[in-house]
């Protein structure tokens, strides 16, 4: 090929990267501080083709994961294993999620396991993904690859009150 027609092609192919990248199915997220866990990549490399309906896409960060065109579900491993919390705490099938319904009106729920270290977050889009979905695909990876720290959700009908004491 002469030089000239190289260096033409050269400059077609470097013109189409930016358009390409346009075209991306890549969805961008950040890693947690402990990405690197090997729980985490135990987890990852299982995680299923799709959750409440919504295929899985690829991301750019170490220990994470999506559903969606628009991404609906996103996920996160390695997490530092969040303390009590006024949140609600619910269990499912094993794990405990604390549930952060602060941005509701904008159809968002968070749910973060509770007792387990690394920890899992999931942001999801209620009108699009249920967290019941959520929690039956991730729960059997998460039981299995992630250790249980022994924290376990309660409620304030679960604490016993203080004794009284005596004068």
Not at 12 to 20: E, H, K, N, R, T
Not at 84 to 90: A, D, E, F, K, N
Not at 102 to 128: E, K
């Amino acid at each position: 090929m002469p030089r000239s027609t190289r260096t033409l092609a050269l400059l077609a192919a470097v013109a189409l990267i930016p358009g390409l990248a346009a075209c991306s199915t890549t969805v961008p997220m950040q890693p947690a501080k402990l990405a690197n866990d090997a729980a985490c990549a135990e987890v990852i490399s299982r995680l299923p083709a799709s959750i409440s309906g919504q295929d899985r896409r690829w991301t750019d960060a170490q220990a994470t994961g999506a559903w969606g065109d628009p991404a609906a579900i996103l996920m996160t491993c390695g997490l530092e294993a969040p303390g009590p919390s006024t949140l609600p705490c619910r269990s499912f099938d094993g794990v405990d999620w604390i549930v952060d319904e602060s941005q509701a009106d904008q159809n968002r729920y968070t749910l973060t396991t509770f007792g387990r270290q690394p920890a899992v977050q999931v942001f999801l889009d209620y009108d699009i993904a249920s967290s019941g979905d959520v929690a039956q695909a991730l729960g059997p990876l998460i039981r299995q690859y992630l250790p249980a720290t022994g924290s376990v959700c309660t409620s304030v009908s679960d604490v016993t009150p203080a004794p009284t004491p005596t004068p």
